[in-house]
Structure formats: structure tokens, C-alpha cells
């Protein structure tokens, strides 16, 4: 099994953990989507093939340590962290990604100014171009995935304020009701966080 498979496998396993409703339905739509095969971004963190799996995964590693971290200072928190909230949140934050990239050949001058052929990716955002967290909700929704609202809420935010309009006062009250009324929202934020700026760090940046 190559690394790839392995990371699929992993990441389905962990989906069908949960339990939930419908989750192979959902398994099949990112097939579909081409979830497995894209990239995280598209010059920043993990941007080839099959970054977008291993980043989810990233984040996954990172929420499972950040709430055993919390639960020993908090162990109140537990009936608002439950292990499965955290497996859907954090694997499947970005699945608006899933259909975004395509591979591109460009040409573009080397370092010692020779032209020649490279391939990168472009970003298309005419499919349902409704915004980041708001679409990753949308389209998981739309798979027959039943998420609780706490779900919903830490997908759709889960960059933090990153994702607020500043020109919308709706938009900042509904965030800071959301992390409120969870802590799953905060957690799924900062594992997200840990995961593209530490985790996912460029080794030749100390």
C-alpha cells in the first residue's frame, strides 16, 4: 500500500468511527469530488497531490491532543468535546477545497533565466462560491451528512476571526455566539492553526 492509500485508508477509518448516518455516502462523494488527489493550497502549506488528506489529518492529530490537553484542566468539557464532533470537524473542515484546484502546465524562467514548462495549481471558485467554511457545511449537508449544530458551527468558522467580515456586525456576533455556545469551535480553530504553521511547517524555517 503506498503512502497515499495509507493515508486514505486512515482518514476513512477515522470517518467511520463515528458511526454517523449516511458516512459512507459522504466517503463516496469525496471520491467523486477528487478530495483524496488534491492539494491544500495552492503555493502554502502541503501543495501537491493528496495534501488536502494529509492536512485534514493534521488537524485530526492536533484536536485529539489539544482535548486531552483540555480535559485534564477541564474535565467538565467532556459531554462538549465528544471524540466523534472532533473526527468530523477536523477531517472534514476544508472539503470545499475538494473541487477547487486543477493542475496546470506554465512556463516560467529557472534560476538561470531558461524558460521551461512547470506545473502548478490554479484555483477555480465558480462552484458554489458561497465562501469557504459556509460551502464546506453546505456540500457535506447536501451528502446526507446529519451534523449537530456545534458542527456546523465549528466548520463554518474554523478559521476564527479570519473568517468575519469586519464590515458585518451580523457576521462578528454570530461568531462570537458560536464560540459561546461550544468549545469545540475554539478547538477545532487552533488545531487548524497548529496544523499548516507548526505541523506543516517548511523545515528550512526555524
Not at 53 to 82: F, I, T
Request: proline content about 4%.
Amino acid at each position: 500500500m503506498s503512502q497515499s492509500e495509507d493515508k486514505k485508508q486512515r482518514f476513512c477509518e477515522l470517518l467511520r468511527s463515528t458511526g454517523r448516518e449516511n458516512i459512507e455516502y459522504v466517503i463516496e462523494d469525496l471520491d467523486t469530488y477528487g478530495f483524496f488527489e488534491a492539494p491544500a493550497s495552492v503555493r502554502n502549506h502541503y501543495n501537491h497531490p493528496g495534501g488536502l488528506v494529509e492536512h485534514s489529518l493534521n488537524v485530526y492529530d492536533a484536536a485529539m491532543m489539544l482535548r486531552e490537553g483540555v480535559l485534564k484542566r477541564r474535565p467538565d468539557l467532556e459531554k462538549s468535546l465528544p471524540v466523534d464532533a472532533v473526527v468530523l470537524a477536523s477531517l472534514l473542515h476544508d472539503v470545499c477545497k475538494a473541487n477547487i484546484y486543477r493542475l496546470v502546465t506554465r512556463k516560467r524562467k529557472n534560476e538561470i533565466g531558461v524558460w521551461e514548462e512547470v506545473q502548478e495549481y490554479e484555483v477555480n471558485y465558480s462552484q458554489l462560491p458561497i465562501g469557504h467554511g459556509e460551502k464546506s457545511v453546505v456540500m457535506l449537508l447536501r451528502m446526507g451528512l446529519d451534523l449537530e449544530d456545534d458542527e456546523i458551527c465549528a466548520i463554518r468558522w474554523h478559521m476564527g476571526p479570519w473568517a468575519v467580515d469586519s464590515a458585518s456586525i451580523e457576521q462578528d456576533k454570530s461568531y462570537r455566539q458560536s464560540i459561546m455556545n461550544s468549545p469545540l469551535l475554539p478547538l477545532i480553530h487552533t488545531a487548524d492553526t497548529v496544523a499548516s504553521q507548526i505541523f506543516e511547517r517548511d523545515e528550512t524555517i526555524r
